[in-house]
């Protein structure tokens, strides 16, 4: 198994609404990344569902589409919640 050396977004990282949360990233190798993760979107998906479950995905395609309003203040409550997302248990 190849380690993990690039961040993955689930919900596109162009989506500024999920663009930050950690849940919406997988660790992959490079191989998995690009040579399944961009080349082959319709398998990724379906492996994604089931590693995370079709709930957090949904929600988070759901999240994705959800217009925000990029600014400084934006940005300082994104850094906040990652900051708590790090010191809480994740599972």
């Not at 198994?1 to 990233?25: Q, S, V």
């Not at 309003?69 to 997302?85: D, G, P, T, V």
Request: charged share 30%; glycine share 8%.
């Amino acid at each position: 198994m190849e380690p993990t050396t690039e961040a993955h977004h689930i919900a596109p990282r162009g989506n500024f609404a999920t663009r930050y949360l950690l849940e919406n990233g997988l660790g992959l190798g490079a191989w998995c990344h690009h040579g399944n993760g961009h080349d082959r979107p319709e398998y990724f998906e379906s492996e994604i569902r089931r590693v995370i479950g079709d709930e957090l995905y949904d929600s988070l395609m759901e999240r994705s589409r959800v217009i925000v309003k990029r600014n400084k203040w934006f940005i300082r409550e994104q850094i906040e919640n990652m900051k708590r997302a790090v010191l809480l248990p994740r599972w």
